[in-house]
């Protein structure tokens, strides 16, 4: 086969739209190699029990940079909604209703101002939401006081973190029927398609009289609420509600939208490859930790992987045009 028959023939496989899961079976391969403990399906559940937080927050993100937009303040909900929950509850197994509830309220606060804020007015996403996070983040500190606040009641992480047969913890399946929805709302609904369409091309789309403001309030909340469900995630996982347990987790669900091919222009993308750029970026991590790299070189990590896939992305879509 010549080479312009293999250009050709990747191109009709849009390998812009696959480049992800080959990536995620190459660093697996990889992974293999370095420790025969990737292959203990035991050990994989918990690399993905240890990210969840990460991959819930990452299907709201997904829908909003669909949309063509973005959510940097998506750290700075985890950290309130978890303090939140624990503040509620209590230590009170009886408060566990009513603290949820409050979590995804909160969460649904702040993406419902993020929404109506970005439709309608000018202000760019990237600094609105920036803004917002930094508000959010100062909000939370004003009402812990600096330091951990709220106890988690009896029994809520023991459920949380229990594995069923043995392997799969009730944290990582949670993950896996969030990402369901997630997946339900983007390819069944008129409102995904709509996410699709205004992402492609948005003035095309005011132009076809689609509600593009209320398409956007919307995928911001859902963006503020999946992020709430990530910070109980978080508390459950972790037991303890520091006050900046989100903080720079934004980085992290960035990373893992953009390496599943949703990128910053909109109209591309999806959960599935958000969900493998998570699986990615746990394993990449888990290799980073077994080399014995410190923590700043996960950031390093993360970094060069926005810019390397928002590049490969970008040089994809102009071949594939």
Same mark, same amino acid.
């Given at each position: 086969?010549?080479?312009?028959?293999?250009?050709?023939?990747?191109?009709e496989l849009r390998l812009d739209r696959h480049a992800v899961f080959?990536?995620?079976?190459?660093?697996?391969?990889?992974a293999l190699t370095v420790s025969p403990a990737f292959a203990d399906?035991?050990?994989?559940?918990?690399?993905?029990?240890?990210?969840?937080?990460?991959?819930?927050?990452?299907?709201?993100?997904?829908?909003?940079?669909?949309?063509?937009?973005?959510?940097?303040?998506?750290?700075?909900?985890?950290?309130?909604?978890?303090?939140?929950?624990?503040?509620?509850?209590?230590?009170?197994?009886?408060?566990?209703?009513?603290?949820?509830?409050?979590?995804?309220?909160?969460?649904?606060?702040?993406?419902?101002?993020?929404?109506?804020?970005?439709?309608?007015?000018?202000?760019?996403?990237?600094?609105?939401?920036?803004?917002?996070?930094?508000?959010?983040?100062?909000?939370?500190?004003?009402?812990?006081?600096?330091?951990?606040?709220?106890?988690?009641?009896?029994?809520?992480?023991?459920?949380?973190?229990?594995?069923?047969?043995?392997? #799969?913890? =009730? &944290?990582?399946? $949670?993950?896996?029927?969030?990402?369901?929805? *997630? +997946?339900?709302?983007?390819?069944?609904? @008129? !409102?995904?398609?709509?996410?699709?369409?205004?992402?492609?091309?948005?003035?095309?789309?005011?132009?076809?009289?689609?509600?593009?403001?209320?398409?956007?309030?919307?995928?911001?909340?859902?963006?503020?609420?999946?992020?709430?469900?990530?910070?109980?995630?978080?508390?459950?996982?972790?037991?303890?509600?520091?006050?900046?347990?989100?903080?720079?987790?934004?980085?992290?669900?960035?990373?893992?939208?953009?390496?599943?091919?949703?990128?910053?222009?909109?109209?591309?993308?999806?959960?599935?490859?958000?969900?493998?750029? #998570?699986? =990615? &970026?746990?394993? $990449?991590?888990?290799?980073?930790?077994?080399? *014995? +790299?410190?923590?700043?070189?996960?950031? @390093? !990590?993360?970094?060069?992987?926005?810019?390397?896939?928002?590049?490969?992305?970008?040089?994809?879509?102009?071949?594939?045009?």
């Amino acid at each position: 086969m010549t080479g312009s028959r293999i250009a050709g023939a990747l191109s009709e496989l849009r390998l812009d739209r696959h480049a992800v899961f080959l990536v995620l079976i190459a660093i697996y391969l990889a992974a293999l190699t370095v420790s025969p403990a990737f292959a203990d399906p035991a050990y994989l559940f918990n690399i993905i029990r240890q990210v969840t937080p990460v991959g819930i927050a990452a299907i709201g993100v997904t829908l909003v940079m669909v949309l063509g937009g973005v959510d940097l303040s998506i750290g700075a909900v985890i950290s309130l909604t978890a303090v939140l929950c624990a503040s509620v509850m209590g230590g009170d197994a009886a408060n566990l209703p009513l603290a949820v509830g409050a979590a995804c309220a909160a969460g649904l606060l702040v993406g419902l101002a993020n929404g109506v804020l970005i439709a309608f007015s000018r202000v760019s996403p990237f600094i609105l939401t920036l803004g917002m996070g930094v508000a959010v983040m100062g909000l939370t500190q004003l009402y812990t006081g600096g330091t951990a606040k709220g106890i988690v009641s009896p029994g809520f992480r023991e459920f949380f973190n229990f594995r069923l047969a043995g392997s #799969v913890p =009730v &944290l990582t399946l $949670a993950l896996l029927v969030l990402v369901c929805v *997630g +997946l339900a709302i983007e390819k069944t609904t @008129v !409102f995904g398609r709509r996410l699709f369409l205004i992402g492609s091309n948005r003035r095309t789309a005011v132009l076809s009289g689609l509600p593009v403001r209320a398409v956007t309030v919307a995928a911001y909340m859902l963006s503020g609420l999946f992020g709430a469900l990530a910070g109980i995630a978080l508390l459950a996982r972790s037991g303890v509600s520091g006050t900046s347990a989100g903080q720079g987790l934004e980085f992290q669900v960035l990373a893992a939208v953009v390496l599943g091919g949703t990128t910053f222009e909109g109209g591309r993308g999806g959960i599935a490859g958000t969900l493998a750029g #998570v699986f =990615v &970026l746990v394993i $990449a991590f888990n290799l980073v930790n077994i080399g *014995g +790299l410190p923590y700043h070189m996960q950031l @390093v !990590f993360m970094g060069l992987i926005i810019i390397l896939a928002s590049a490969l992305y970008g040089r994809l879509s102009e071949r594939n045009g």
